[in-house]
């Protein structure tokens, strides 16, 4: 099935050989260099990822929504929610927008990372948002916050998943998800708390007085 003869791999006529053994160093290397990157792309999304949750689920952030939700609680309009809440709210999910738009972000690992917490909150805010456009006269104000819910939506239907998010449902899971925030903002001050314990002071058998026990004899 293979014929020899005349095989030459050094010298004249040698060429080919040299030249094959070059295109296979190549395509390994480049084999090589395309795993490296996926690696490298992975480790990537793992940090994209913790980061967005570590902003997602900050205190300061936790605090925001609760006050946008406590105020929608009380019978507030959109016009009447803490505006200070509302742009943070916002910004975040303009910026994760602006990334995901740039390719910097994957919409699908998005999705499957946050739910529909960019539908839930765009649900919320549309209504101010909306209102903000028409007093400016700029309808690009919060595109990317919109961008990102749609393109949550869009990604449902894609896998004949209802939306996520009506007014109805809202409104019914509005006092869950404000006691949910409030148990969550409880937490973050309790591991900011700082523990002050008195030493541990014991008699000494040898003069009876107290000492401290971590103190050396």
Excluded: C
């Amino acid at each position: 099935m293979i014929n020899l003869d005349g095989l030459t791999l050094f010298g004249p006529g040698s060429e080919w050989f040299w030249s094959m053994a070059q295109f296979v160093l190549v395509a390994v290397t480049l084999v090589g260099i395309y795993f490296q990157l996926r690696v490298a792309r992975s480790a990537n999304a793992f940090d994209q990822l913790d980061r967005f949750d570590e902003q997602l689920n900050s205190e300061r952030m936790l605090r925001h929504k609760a006050a946008i939700l406590a105020a929608i609680q009380d019978g507030a309009t959109p016009a009447e929610y803490p505006q200070w809440a509302v742009v943070v709210v916002a910004d975040f999910w303009e910026r994760i927008g602006s990334l995901s738009r740039a390719g910097h972000i994957d919409p699908k690992l998005l999705r499957h990372n946050s739910g529909p917490d960019s539908q839930v909150w765009w649900g919320i805010l549309e209504h101010i948002v909306r209102q903000w456009r028409n007093a400016e006269a700029d309808p690009t104000i919060y595109e990317n916050f919109e961008w990102v819910a749609t393109t949550m939506d869009r990604l449902d239907a894609e896998v004949r998943v209802p939306s996520a998010v009506t007014p109805e449902l809202l409104d019914r899971t509005l006092e869950r998800r404000l006691a949910s925030m409030k148990r969550a903002i409880e937490n973050a001050e309790d591991l900011r708390t700082v523990i002050i314990k008195s030493p541990d002071f014991r008699a000494s058998p040898a003069t009876g007085l107290a000492k401290d026990s971590a103190a050396p004899d």
